[in-house]
């Protein structure tokens, strides 16, 4: 019995010294686990742990006999207090903020009153990173986000950069459950197309045109191209081989000295043929009847960088039934506004055998997902939203999660528009049917009238894409946007036009050529079937749930006129 007792009392007292469970794909601890436990950490008291991080903060204490160090691994928005002493290491390099650091230690109850609930008291010091201070750019201090866009490759470390970052990737996590969930397939749509979705010709082009006509220019500047004489030259050295070859066969030679002089005629007709084709060379793009020459261009056509993947996962809609595309679009519209990007990434799920009012009915279960997946699992970020950047961003979260989404016609938006106006309402854009609602109409709607989502359907045909099912008063197509209070419209979808006939005259109507479609055509020639689909734009859906202000500082690399870095 005592045995026994004694044995309970060793293995306690191993657990109690044992070490916290490291990361299985790296050799530490993450913060995360530590200090986001329910207890904060506290009940690992006792416990050894290998930690790294970077040093947000850092002091020497005690006449330098011990240093205080904040010390975050992006895992989490918290830091752990880390307590080395002077005999450790040399806390002067310790102590500058971004210093990475990796470290053997025990976690510690801290006393009475602090605000941690668990301290690391280092035992030894595996790894530090340097900084020098004087040329680090990313001081302690809190720093404009404008700031640090000229700095994409540092940001991350800062507390609000990283926080979006994590709440970027919780919600293309919850995109990827909903649709998973709901029996969607996701479908990689292509980067490079040959297509342009919207009709509206801001895309960029993708071409290796520019680069093979630098490569000439500097080969023909460094071997230039054969003249008359060169040719002439080459032709009689082929009229000398036939010569020789008809010389050895009246001579009665043998079959190998004529098989040799052919071998060496051939390569003097070669040779006359590369010589010609290098005389027709001309520095330049090469062009055709005054036109550039895609023929010779990489693909062999004219090819851009999308602007939407929404065609090309049709097709697969229109075998597979349900299925979504999310990735990287991009759109060469010069403008600075704090809403608008170069490059950006759109969710497009698109729906076999339904209508209008399914499409918007997904729309609201989406967007309702996603700010619910947010509330659940991203708490402790969105506290920092709150806290340092929109105090109501939660509740805004909440409400969206919880409330049925208004819904209503376009003429009848307008018709709420106009009556604001009439009742001392001011806008910057005029309000009249037929308007491309403008941001201040959309914010208008969701947060004065309605204070909540609103859909707007039934477009007028005249301000939307080619590809949405006209309805049946010819005058408007069934198109839907979603609209949420801060970003105004978040979500663009439609019906898509099925009907052949329709949708040749919708092509033609736009003044678009039919030849780039001719496969989106077939869609209607072979089986067509009603569907639907939208778009949401993702770094909006990271704006709405966050607060910030510019679309710039959402996306972990921004792309905008005049700033494409790293």
Known sequence: MADDLTAQLATATLDSNASVQRAQFSDRVPIKSIILRP?????????????????????????????????????????????????????????????SLVVDGVLKLPPDGKKQKVELRVEKVIHVGLVDPSKYPLPKTRLPLEFLRDY????????????????????????????HDHGFRYVQTPIITTSDCEGAG??????????EAEKLEKDLIENPPPSEADIEAANLIVKERGSDVAQLKSAKASKQEIGAAVVELQKAKDNVVKLEERSKLQPGIPRKDGKIDYTKDFFGRQAFLTVSGQLQVESYACSLSTVYTFGPTFRAENSHTSRHLAEFWMVEPEIAFAELEDDMNCAEAY?????????DNCSEDMEFMADKIDKSCIDRLTMVAKTPFVRITYTEAVEL??????????????????????????????????????????????????YMRLNDDSKTVAAMDVLVPK????????????????????????????????????????GTVKHCGFGLGFERMVLFATGIDNIRDVIPFPRYPGRADL
């Open 39 to 99: 207890d904060g950490g506290s009940g690992l008291a006792g416990k050894l742990a290998r930690v790294g991080g970077w040093v947000k903060t850092g002091r020497k204490a005690d006449k330098d006999a011990f240093a205080f160090l904040e010390l975050n691994d992006g895992s989490c928005s918290g830091n752990l207090q880390v307590i080395v002493e002077a005999d450790k290491a040399d806390l002067g390099q310790l102590v500058m903020t971004g210093t």
């Open 417 to 466: 528009l106009t009556e604001a106006v009439k009742n001392g309402k001011k806008f910057e854009n005029h309000v009249e049917w037929g308007i491309d609602l403008a941001s201040e109409h959309e914010r208008y709607l969701t947060e004065v009238r309605f204070q909540k989502p609103v859909i707007v359907y039934n477009y007028p045909k005249g301000i939307k894409a080619f």
């Open 202 to 211: 801001e895309m960029f082009q993708v071409t290796t045109l520019i680069n």
């Open 367 to 375: 967007v309702k997902y996603l700010c619910q997946s947010l509330l």
């Open 487 to 526: 970003v105004g419209e978040l979500i663009g979808g439609s019906q898509r036009e099925e009907r052949y006939d329709v949708i040749v005259s919708r092509i033609k109507e736009m003044g678009l050529p039919l030849e780039p479609y001719e496969w989106y055509l077939d869609l209607r020639r072979y």
């Open 152 to 179: 994409v490759h540092l940001r991350p470390r800062t507390n609000t950069i990283s926080a979006v970052l994590r709440i970027r990737d919780a919600l293309a996590y919850a995109t990827h459950t909903f649709f």
